[in-house]
C-alpha cells in the first residue's frame, strides 16, 4: 500500500531494507547525514509526543522518514527519487511555505 506526500511530491513507501532500524535521535541525524548526506526537510509534531521527521539528499534523491521520540529515532520509509514540486523548488529552508 501507498500513501503519497502530495508537499513532497514522492511517494512513500516502507523499504524492508532499513524500515524499523533504531537509535538515538543524536545517532540516526548523524547517521543520515554522514552516510547518505540528507537533511532534515520537514518536521511534522504528532499529539501523542514524537515527531516524524523527513530527511533529503536533493543531489541524489533519497529521503527517509523518521519517527523521533525522546530516547529513540526509528526509520518508518526511504526511498529514492524525491523532488520538490517547480512551485516550491526555489525555497530556502526554514522559509514558510
Known amino acids: 500500500m501507498k500513501r503519497f506526500v502530495t508537499a513532497l511530491g514522492i511517494a512513500i513507501t516502507a523499504s524492508p531494507a532499513i524500515a524499523g532500524d533504531c537509535g538515538s535521535p543524536e545517532r540516526m ?7 547518505f548526506k540528507e537533511r532534515a526537510m520537514i518536521v511534522l509534531p504528532e499529539p501523542d509526543g514524537p515527531i516524524l521527521t523527513v530527511w533529503v539528499n536533493m543531489d541524489s534523491g533519497t529521503w527517509t522518514v523518521v519517527r523521533v521520540g525522546d530516547t529513540q529515532a526509528c526509520i518508518v520509509a526511504s526511498g529514492n527519487n524525491a523532488m520538490l514540486p517547480s512551485d516550491l523548488s526555489s525555497l530556502s529552508l526554514g522559509e514558510p511555505l
Open 29 to 35: 541525524g548523524e547517521f543520515l547525514r554522514n552516510d
